[in-house]
Protein backbone atom coordinates (compact mmCIF):
# COMPACT_ATOMS: atom_id res chain seq x y z
CA UNK A 1 0.00 0.00 0.00
CA UNK A 2 2.71 2.27 1.34
CA UNK A 3 4.97 1.39 -1.94
CA UNK A 4 2.00 2.15 -4.50
CA UNK A 5 0.80 5.32 -2.56
CA UNK A 6 4.45 6.36 -3.13
CA UNK A 7 4.37 5.97 -6.87
CA UNK A 8 1.41 8.29 -7.18
CA UNK A 9 2.47 10.84 -4.69
CA UNK A 10 6.59 10.98 -5.40
CA UNK A 11 5.99 14.00 -8.13
CA UNK A 12 4.69 15.99 -5.31
CA UNK A 13 5.72 14.62 -2.04
CA UNK A 14 9.46 13.89 -3.09
CA UNK A 15 9.98 12.51 0.57
CA UNK A 16 7.53 9.81 0.21
CA UNK A 17 10.59 7.98 -2.16
CA UNK A 18 11.80 6.70 0.75
CA UNK A 19 8.81 3.78 0.55
CA UNK A 20 10.40 2.65 -2.76
CA UNK A 21 13.44 1.02 -1.36
CA UNK A 22 13.14 -2.46 -0.09
CA UNK A 23 15.36 -2.01 2.97
CA UNK A 24 13.41 0.69 4.07
CA UNK A 25 10.48 -1.14 3.99
CA UNK A 26 11.95 -4.30 5.47
CA UNK A 27 12.46 -2.57 8.38
CA UNK A 28 8.62 -1.15 8.63
CA UNK A 29 7.73 -4.16 7.95
CA UNK A 30 9.45 -5.87 11.00
CA UNK A 31 8.60 -2.64 13.72
CA UNK A 32 5.51 -2.77 12.71
CA UNK A 33 4.48 -6.73 13.30
CA UNK A 34 6.29 -6.04 16.42
CA UNK A 35 4.49 -3.08 17.47
CA UNK A 36 1.29 -5.15 16.41
CA UNK A 37 1.75 -8.33 18.65
CA UNK A 38 2.52 -6.00 21.65
CA UNK A 39 -0.57 -4.14 21.17
CA UNK A 40 -2.96 -6.71 20.77
CA UNK A 41 -0.82 -9.86 21.84
CA UNK A 42 -3.15 -9.52 25.08
CA UNK A 43 -6.34 -8.83 24.15
CA UNK A 44 -5.88 -12.04 21.82
CA UNK A 45 -4.60 -14.29 24.60
CA UNK A 46 -7.45 -13.29 26.43
CA UNK A 47 -10.36 -14.09 23.52
CA UNK A 48 -8.24 -17.70 23.14
CA UNK A 49 -8.59 -18.58 26.24
CA UNK A 50 -12.36 -18.38 26.03
CA UNK A 51 -12.70 -20.24 22.55
CA UNK A 52 -9.61 -22.19 21.97
CA UNK A 53 -8.02 -24.04 24.73
CA UNK A 54 -6.46 -27.27 23.80
CA UNK A 55 -4.81 -30.45 25.80
CA UNK A 56 -1.26 -30.96 25.18
CA UNK A 57 -0.42 -34.09 22.74
CA UNK A 58 -0.44 -37.26 23.55
CA UNK A 59 2.71 -39.37 23.76
CA UNK A 60 4.36 -36.56 25.49
CA UNK A 61 6.16 -36.64 29.26
CA UNK A 62 3.99 -36.51 32.34
CA UNK A 63 5.39 -32.83 33.43
CA UNK A 64 3.67 -31.71 30.28
CA UNK A 65 0.16 -32.65 31.59
CA UNK A 66 0.33 -29.13 33.85
CA UNK A 67 -0.30 -27.47 30.42
CA UNK A 68 -3.68 -28.63 29.54
CA UNK A 69 -5.64 -25.74 28.79
CA UNK A 70 -3.37 -23.42 27.73
CA UNK A 71 -4.55 -21.38 24.65
CA UNK A 72 -3.73 -22.23 21.37
CA UNK A 73 -3.85 -21.07 17.83
CA UNK A 74 -1.65 -18.55 18.10
CA UNK A 75 -0.05 -19.10 15.02
CA UNK A 76 -3.54 -17.69 13.61
CA UNK A 77 -2.60 -14.36 15.37
CA UNK A 78 1.29 -14.30 13.53
CA UNK A 79 -0.32 -14.86 10.13
CA UNK A 80 -3.13 -11.91 10.62
CA UNK A 81 -0.07 -10.17 11.62
CA UNK A 82 1.94 -11.15 8.81
CA UNK A 83 -0.50 -10.63 6.37
CA UNK A 84 -1.71 -6.90 7.35
CA UNK A 85 1.33 -5.57 7.32
CA UNK A 86 2.30 -7.03 4.03
CA UNK A 87 -0.54 -5.66 2.11
CA UNK A 88 0.84 -2.43 4.24
CA UNK A 89 4.65 -2.30 2.91
CA UNK A 90 4.68 -4.55 -0.16
CA UNK A 91 4.74 -4.09 -3.71
CA UNK A 92 1.69 -6.50 -4.55
CA UNK A 93 2.71 -6.28 -8.62
CA UNK A 94 5.19 -9.07 -7.31
CA UNK A 95 3.14 -12.29 -7.90
CA UNK A 96 5.60 -13.78 -5.62
CA UNK A 97 3.97 -12.02 -2.66
CA UNK A 98 0.67 -13.16 -3.71
CA UNK A 99 2.08 -16.78 -3.69
CA UNK A 100 3.66 -17.09 -0.74
CA UNK A 101 0.79 -14.87 0.78
CA UNK A 102 -1.46 -17.41 -0.69
CA UNK A 103 0.59 -20.33 0.76
CA UNK A 104 0.52 -19.01 4.54
CA UNK A 105 -3.01 -18.51 4.80
CA UNK A 106 -3.90 -22.18 3.01
CA UNK A 107 -1.47 -23.92 5.15
CA UNK A 108 -2.71 -22.09 8.17
CA UNK A 109 -6.29 -23.10 7.21
CA UNK A 110 -5.48 -26.53 6.81
CA UNK A 111 -3.76 -25.99 10.40
CA UNK A 112 -6.78 -24.04 11.90
CA UNK A 113 -8.74 -26.56 10.45
CA UNK A 114 -6.68 -29.35 12.48
CA UNK A 115 -6.35 -27.66 15.50
CA UNK A 116 -10.23 -26.96 15.81
CA UNK A 117 -10.88 -30.75 15.31
CA UNK A 118 -8.55 -31.34 18.29
CA UNK A 119 -10.46 -28.54 20.56
CA UNK A 120 -14.29 -29.76 19.54
CA UNK A 121 -13.55 -33.51 19.04
CA UNK A 122 -10.15 -34.09 21.15
CA UNK A 123 -8.61 -35.44 18.48
CA UNK A 124 -7.27 -33.89 15.35
CA UNK A 125 -7.68 -34.99 11.62
CA UNK A 126 -6.12 -38.34 10.62
CA UNK A 127 -2.56 -38.08 9.81
CA UNK A 128 -3.05 -39.53 6.14
CA UNK A 129 -5.96 -37.06 5.56
CA UNK A 130 -3.82 -34.43 6.84
CA UNK A 131 -0.71 -35.38 4.41
CA UNK A 132 -3.02 -35.55 1.49
CA UNK A 133 -4.03 -32.11 2.10
CA UNK A 134 -0.54 -30.71 2.44
CA UNK A 135 0.50 -32.60 -0.84
CA UNK A 136 -2.47 -30.83 -2.29
CA UNK A 137 -2.78 -27.76 -1.64
CA UNK A 138 1.92 -27.61 -1.88
CA UNK A 139 1.14 -29.00 -5.42
CA UNK A 140 -1.30 -25.87 -5.94
CA UNK A 141 1.51 -23.38 -4.58
CA UNK A 142 4.12 -24.85 -6.61
CA UNK A 143 1.85 -24.75 -9.99
CA UNK A 144 1.06 -21.52 -9.90
CA UNK A 145 4.35 -20.41 -8.63
CA UNK A 146 5.38 -21.87 -12.00
CA UNK A 147 3.10 -20.34 -14.09
CA UNK A 148 2.97 -17.20 -13.02
CA UNK A 149 6.54 -16.74 -12.12
CA UNK A 150 7.86 -18.94 -14.67
CA UNK A 151 10.78 -19.65 -12.39
CA UNK A 152 14.58 -21.44 -13.56
CA UNK A 153 13.83 -25.00 -13.53
CA UNK A 154 17.93 -25.63 -12.26
CA UNK A 155 18.33 -26.67 -8.59
CA UNK A 156 21.44 -25.11 -7.16
CA UNK A 157 23.69 -27.51 -4.75
CA UNK A 158 25.75 -25.93 -1.92
CA UNK A 159 29.44 -25.22 -2.39
CA UNK A 160 28.80 -26.28 -6.20
CA UNK A 161 28.44 -22.59 -8.87
CA UNK A 162 28.45 -24.42 -12.09
CA UNK A 163 26.74 -27.47 -10.57
CA UNK A 164 22.17 -26.82 -11.60
CA UNK A 165 20.69 -30.10 -12.13
CA UNK A 166 17.61 -29.14 -14.84
CA UNK A 167 14.48 -30.57 -12.98
CA UNK A 168 12.19 -29.31 -15.98
CA UNK A 169 8.64 -29.40 -14.67
CA UNK A 170 9.14 -31.81 -12.22
CA UNK A 171 10.23 -28.63 -9.97
CA UNK A 172 6.78 -29.09 -8.95
CA UNK A 173 6.36 -31.86 -7.22
CA UNK A 174 9.85 -31.16 -5.82
CA UNK A 175 8.68 -27.90 -4.69
CA UNK A 176 5.50 -29.91 -3.38
CA UNK A 177 8.26 -32.30 -1.42
CA UNK A 178 10.26 -29.74 0.01
CA UNK A 179 6.76 -27.85 1.54
CA UNK A 180 5.21 -30.47 2.95
CA UNK A 181 8.21 -31.92 4.43
CA UNK A 182 9.53 -28.58 6.14
CA UNK A 183 6.01 -27.55 7.16
CA UNK A 184 6.08 -31.36 9.07
CA UNK A 185 9.35 -30.55 10.58
CA UNK A 186 8.33 -27.76 12.04
CA UNK A 187 5.23 -29.17 13.25
CA UNK A 188 7.27 -32.20 14.78
CA UNK A 189 9.74 -28.94 16.76
CA UNK A 190 6.80 -27.08 18.01
CA UNK A 191 6.95 -29.29 21.41
CA UNK A 192 8.12 -26.85 24.05
CA UNK A 193 7.81 -23.52 25.01
CA UNK A 194 9.48 -21.28 22.17
CA UNK A 195 11.16 -24.10 20.74
CA UNK A 196 10.04 -23.66 17.38
CA UNK A 197 9.63 -19.97 17.37
CA UNK A 198 13.21 -18.89 18.52
CA UNK A 199 14.63 -21.34 15.26
CA UNK A 200 12.40 -19.71 12.79
CA UNK A 201 13.19 -16.68 13.72
CA UNK A 202 16.76 -17.48 13.08
CA UNK A 203 15.76 -19.30 9.31
CA UNK A 204 13.36 -16.13 8.21
CA UNK A 205 15.93 -13.78 9.26
CA UNK A 206 18.41 -16.21 7.22
CA UNK A 207 16.21 -16.94 4.28
CA UNK A 208 15.08 -12.99 4.14
CA UNK A 209 19.02 -12.49 3.41
CA UNK A 210 19.01 -14.76 1.10
CA UNK A 211 16.15 -13.99 -1.13
CA UNK A 212 17.34 -9.97 -0.90
CA UNK A 213 20.88 -10.55 -2.09
CA UNK A 214 18.85 -13.21 -4.57
CA UNK A 215 17.11 -10.20 -6.31
CA UNK A 216 20.04 -7.74 -6.32
CA UNK A 217 21.79 -8.40 -9.69
CA UNK A 218 25.32 -7.16 -8.59
CA UNK A 219 25.39 -8.90 -5.12
CA UNK A 220 24.03 -11.92 -6.69
CA UNK A 221 26.44 -11.81 -9.45
CA UNK A 222 29.47 -10.89 -6.79
CA UNK A 223 27.84 -14.18 -4.58
CA UNK A 224 27.59 -16.30 -7.76
CA UNK A 225 24.03 -17.00 -7.31
CA UNK A 226 21.33 -17.03 -9.25
CA UNK A 227 19.52 -13.66 -9.81
CA UNK A 228 15.85 -15.03 -8.83
CA UNK A 229 14.32 -11.69 -8.60
CA UNK A 230 13.44 -12.35 -4.93
CA UNK A 231 14.39 -8.84 -2.86
CA UNK A 232 10.11 -8.05 -2.07
CA UNK A 233 10.06 -11.38 0.04
CA UNK A 234 12.32 -9.88 2.36
CA UNK A 235 9.77 -7.83 3.20
CA UNK A 236 7.07 -10.07 4.05
CA UNK A 237 9.97 -12.15 6.21
CA UNK A 238 10.54 -9.06 8.11
CA UNK A 239 7.29 -9.39 8.54
CA UNK A 240 7.03 -12.99 9.79
CA UNK A 241 10.20 -12.60 12.14
CA UNK A 242 7.91 -9.25 13.39
CA UNK A 243 5.28 -11.37 14.21
CA UNK A 244 6.92 -14.42 15.69
CA UNK A 245 9.10 -12.02 17.73
CA UNK A 246 6.18 -10.30 19.43
CA UNK A 247 4.93 -13.83 19.72
CA UNK A 248 7.51 -14.84 21.61
CA UNK A 249 6.96 -12.01 24.00
CA UNK A 250 4.24 -14.71 25.14
CA UNK A 251 5.35 -17.76 24.24
CA UNK A 252 8.24 -18.01 26.30
CA UNK A 253 8.15 -20.28 29.26
CA UNK A 254 6.05 -20.38 30.57
CA UNK A 255 3.92 -20.19 27.43
CA UNK A 256 0.46 -18.40 27.75
CA UNK A 257 -0.16 -19.71 24.47
CA UNK A 258 0.79 -21.66 21.90
CA UNK A 259 1.49 -21.77 18.27
CA UNK A 260 -0.72 -24.45 17.27
CA UNK A 261 -0.93 -26.28 13.88
CA UNK A 262 -2.51 -23.23 12.55
CA UNK A 263 1.13 -21.70 13.03
CA UNK A 264 3.86 -24.38 12.66
CA UNK A 265 1.76 -25.88 9.34
CA UNK A 266 2.02 -22.51 7.26
CA UNK A 267 5.24 -21.06 8.63
CA UNK A 268 7.40 -24.15 7.72
CA UNK A 269 5.31 -24.09 4.29
CA UNK A 270 6.57 -20.23 4.03
CA UNK A 271 9.61 -20.76 4.60
CA UNK A 272 10.28 -23.70 2.22
CA UNK A 273 8.64 -21.51 -0.50
CA UNK A 274 10.78 -18.35 0.42
CA UNK A 275 13.94 -21.29 0.25
CA UNK A 276 12.66 -22.14 -3.24
CA UNK A 277 11.94 -18.88 -4.70
CA UNK A 278 15.73 -17.55 -3.83
CA UNK A 279 16.79 -21.35 -5.69
CA UNK A 280 18.71 -22.07 -2.49
CA UNK A 281 16.05 -24.49 -1.14
CA UNK A 282 18.93 -27.53 -0.34
CA UNK A 283 20.06 -24.70 2.28
CA UNK A 284 17.35 -25.55 4.22
CA UNK A 285 19.51 -28.61 5.18
CA UNK A 286 21.69 -26.18 7.45
CA UNK A 287 20.10 -23.26 8.38
CA UNK A 288 16.64 -25.89 9.50
CA UNK A 289 19.06 -28.35 11.25
CA UNK A 290 16.71 -28.32 14.15
CA UNK A 291 14.18 -29.39 11.93
CA UNK A 292 15.80 -32.34 10.73
CA UNK A 293 17.22 -33.06 13.84
CA UNK A 294 14.04 -33.44 15.52
CA UNK A 295 12.10 -34.96 11.68
CA UNK A 296 15.10 -37.45 11.83
CA UNK A 297 14.41 -38.58 15.37
CA UNK A 298 10.93 -39.22 14.85
CA UNK A 299 12.19 -41.66 12.03
CA UNK A 300 14.95 -43.42 13.38
CA UNK A 301 12.49 -44.24 16.77
CA UNK A 302 9.95 -45.56 14.40
CA UNK A 303 11.94 -47.67 12.11
CA UNK A 304 14.35 -48.97 14.83
CA UNK A 305 10.87 -49.88 17.28
CA UNK A 306 9.42 -52.18 14.09
CA UNK A 307 12.07 -53.52 12.89
CA UNK A 308 14.17 -54.34 16.06
CA UNK A 309 11.63 -53.64 18.66
CA UNK A 310 13.67 -51.53 20.04
CA UNK A 311 13.64 -47.44 20.93
CA UNK A 312 16.64 -45.34 20.54
CA UNK A 313 16.01 -42.25 22.23
CA UNK A 314 13.66 -42.25 25.33
CA UNK A 315 11.00 -40.80 23.36
CA UNK A 316 10.96 -38.84 20.06
CA UNK A 317 10.92 -35.98 18.78
CA UNK A 318 14.42 -36.00 20.64
CA UNK A 319 13.36 -32.43 22.63
CA UNK A 320 11.54 -34.88 24.77
CA UNK A 321 14.38 -37.35 25.21
CA UNK A 322 16.03 -34.32 27.08
CA UNK A 323 13.36 -33.77 29.16
CA UNK A 324 13.50 -37.09 30.43
CA UNK A 325 17.13 -36.87 30.66
CA UNK A 326 16.80 -34.64 33.67
CA UNK A 327 17.50 -31.24 31.51
CA UNK A 328 14.78 -28.76 32.27
CA UNK A 329 12.83 -27.22 29.66
CA UNK A 330 14.09 -23.76 29.40
CA UNK A 331 17.50 -24.99 28.99
CA UNK A 332 16.48 -27.29 25.94
CA UNK A 333 15.05 -24.55 24.41
CA UNK A 334 17.92 -21.84 24.90
CA UNK A 335 20.35 -24.70 23.38
CA UNK A 336 18.40 -25.63 20.65
CA UNK A 337 18.46 -21.76 19.56
CA UNK A 338 21.96 -21.19 20.35
CA UNK A 339 22.32 -24.35 17.36
CA UNK A 340 20.23 -22.62 15.54
CA UNK A 341 21.80 -19.39 14.99
CA UNK A 342 25.44 -21.50 14.38
CA UNK A 343 23.45 -22.82 11.85
CA UNK A 344 22.21 -19.98 10.29
CA UNK A 345 25.53 -17.88 10.31
CA UNK A 346 26.73 -21.13 8.77
CA UNK A 347 24.49 -20.93 6.00
CA UNK A 348 24.99 -17.28 4.89
CA UNK A 349 28.80 -18.37 4.85
CA UNK A 350 28.15 -20.93 2.36
CA UNK A 351 27.16 -18.03 0.02
CA UNK A 352 30.80 -17.02 -0.27
CA UNK A 353 32.25 -20.42 -0.17
CA UNK A 354 31.64 -21.53 -4.02
Known amino acids: ?12 YSFLNIFRY ?3 RTMGALLTSIVIAFIFGSKFISFCQKMFRADVREMTPESHQKKNNTPTMGGLFMLAIC ?54 IATTIASLWYYFVAPATTVCIPFLKNVHPDLGIFI ?11 SNAVNLTDGLDGLATGPLISNFSTFSVI ?9 ASYLFIPNAGTAELAVIGASLIGALLGFLWYNAHPAQIFMGDVGSLPLGAGLALMALMARQELL ?45 ETKIVIRFWIISIILALCTLLTLKIR
Open 172 to 182: IPWAAAIMVAT
Open 83 to 136: LITSALWSNWSDHRVWILCLCLASFGALGFFDDWYKITKKKGVSASFKFRLQVA
Open 1 to 12: MLYHLALQLQQN
Open 22 to 24: ISV
Open 211 to 219: AYLAGHSKL
Open 284 to 328: LIISGGIFVMETVSVILQVVSFKLLGKRIFRMAPIHHHFELLGWQ
